[in-house]
């Protein structure tokens, strides 16, 4: 079955730039969505279809998604960000959805 | 506006039977596909199954293919999860989602409810 690497923790200061990377074979031939997950809380979606962002997804989140990884930026990282960010996609395995290990955003 | 609220998660011994139920609300439920995903506590996301908007289309993970078995009823707007044949390895909070079509997002997710199996 298709497989989503993501590292398990990427820390970053306020003000500054995070990227999560998704790594996956071919993954730019494939449509990548973004969930931001905080304690306690269900999954919210930040960027469907690679880029796109929902009514409501502050413009500092963006998407990319080229060759095997997957980037989701965070812009002017703000204390709120602070949460579990997760990529996923549609296969054609057996599982047909697949989703990342999951990624904790620290901002220091 | 746009909910779901899942229901029906407790505490039930390995071997034993579950039905969740997810009642949607704000939009044309017969509109969307609904699926169901998992999360084990302190672990990841894990998607378990999902039903096309007309019943007509299911699909499972592999880890409960043949114990679980996911359906809808359109006039009621909700959905549901039949679990039968529990192991430990489901204890999980699990999601109702809603995705408008393969290979969209999943996006509107309920709030989740907590199943425990346990002896």
């Known amino acids: 079955s298709y497989v989503l690497t993501q590292p398990p923790s990427v820390s970053v200061a306020p003000g500054k730039t995070a990227r999560i990377t998704c790594g996956g074979n071919?993954?730019?031939?494939?449509?990548v969505h973004w969930y931001q997950q905080k304690p306690g809380q269900a999954p919210v979606l930040v960027i469907y279809?690679?880029?796109d962002r929902p009514s409501g997804i502050p413009e500092r989140f963006s998407g990319s998604n080229s060759g095997n990884t997957a980037t989701l930026t965070i812009s002017r990282v703000e204390a709120g960000d602070e949460a579990d960010y997760y990529c996923?996609?549609?296969?054609?395995?057996?599982?047909?959805?697949?989703f990342g290990g999951g990624t904790k955003l620290t901002v220091l | 506006q746009v909910q779901l609220v899942e229901s029906g998660g407790g505490l039930v011994k390995p071997g034993g039977s579950l039905r969740l139920s997810c009642a949607a609300s704000?939009?044309?439920?017969?509109?969307?596909?609904m699926s169901w995903i998992r999360q084990a506590p302190g672990k990841g996301l894990e998607w378990v199954s999902y039903?096309?908007?007309?019943?007509?289309?299911?699909n499972y993970a592999d880890s409960v293919k043949g114990r679980f078995t996911i359906s809808r009823d359109n006039a009621k707007n909700s959905l549901y999860l039949q679990m039968n044949s529990l192991r430990a390895e489901d204890t999980a909070v699990y999601y109702c989602?809603?995705?408008?079509?393969?290979?969209?997002?999943?996006?509107?997710w309920g709030q989740g409810t907590m199943v425990t199996v346990s002896s």
């Open positions: 704000g939009f044309t439920f017969s509109d969307y596909y």
């Open positions: 996923q996609v549609w296969d054609s395995s057996s599982d047909p959805v697949v």
């Open positions: 039903i096309s908007s007309s019943s007509s289309y299911t």
């Open positions: 071919n993954i730019g031939s494939k449509s």
């Open positions: 989602a809603r995705v408008r079509m393969v290979p969209d997002a999943f996006d509107i």
């Open positions: 279809y690679d880029s």
